[in-house]
């Protein structure tokens, strides 16, 4: 059996205003191919929201993966991180490399040293953002209908579900990433979800013939729009 077909280790980590509730369908794909799958929710968003406090931020994030990969005793995990998730997948990577077999972005920010979210974010993009971290107020979600396609059922779905995200965790940085360990590396993008951000970071990966890049047919919600495919595009990656 090839290295891409045998049995691996996910932990999937969603994005803002998400939990971990939004990989419902890929989880319990992955798991039947035979794949070992958790998807932990962070700090003040789905059935964790309660905990929210303001003092929640990136590092806040990066801290909830990384004690849910320790204490479930985790090893060689294939980490993915959705979205903002890329932002949380990098920060756990530099920390617990040797737990870490390879990193997957799905439609994701790739931030590098000292880069925050919001810096990735055009000044058009900005206002809501600001106007949350000024009023020291979580940012409530965006209109889902821009992520791309998506059936009425899923939009229903994911819109109750949906929390406000903790503000700092959009703006603090990552820092101590210029020491970024030799992981395998995938990044994949969504092309039915028009977001600039992530075609720039596409672009930039494709640079690096280290990186494994991939583009999926599907909008921004790809995890339950096109959950067999998505699941099928994890599981196949180096």
């Not at 990098?90 to 737990?99: E, K, L, N, Q």
């Not at 790739?110 to 020291?136: C, H, M, Q, W, Y």
């Not at 047919?217 to 998505?230: K, N, P």
Request: charged residues 20%; contains cysteine.
């Amino acid at each position: 059996m090839s290295a891409n077909l045998s049995v691996r280790t996910f932990v999937l980590v969603h994005g803002a205003w998400h939990g971990g509730w939004v990989w419902r369908d890929v989880a319990r794909s992955l798991r039947a191919m035979g794949h070992t799958v958790s998807a932990p929710t962070l700090s003040g968003l789905g059935e964790r929201r309660h905990v929210s406090s303001g003092t929640v931020g990136l590092d806040t994030h990066v801290e909830d993966v990384i004690a849910h990969i320790e204490m479930e005793d985790l090893a060689n995990v294939d980490l993915v991180g959705w979205s903002y998730g890329g932002m949380v997948i990098t920060g756990v990577r530099s920390r617990i490399p040797a737990r870490i077999r390879s990193v997957i972005y799905l439609d994701a920010f790739v931030p590098t040293e000292s880069k925050a979210l919001i810096d990735f974010i055009d000044p058009a993009g900005r206002e809501k953002l600001d106007n949350a971290k000024n009023a020291d107020m979580p940012v409530p979600p965006p209109p889902l209908e821009a992520f791309g396609p998506a059936t009425a059922a899923i939009l229903t779905f994911v819109k109750e579900r949906l929390t406000n995200q903790p503000w700092r965790t959009l703006y603090q940085p990552l820092l101590g990433l210029n020491q970024q360990p030799a992981i395998p590396t995938t990044y994949i993008r969504c092309q039915g979800f028009n977001f600039p951000p992530f075609a720039f970071f596409l672009e930039e990966m494709k640079k690096d013939p280290a990186v494994e890049t991939h583009v999926l047919d599907a909008g921004h919600l790809c995890m339950l729009t096109a959950s067999d495919q998505t699941s099928r595009l994890l599981a196949a990656t180096r």
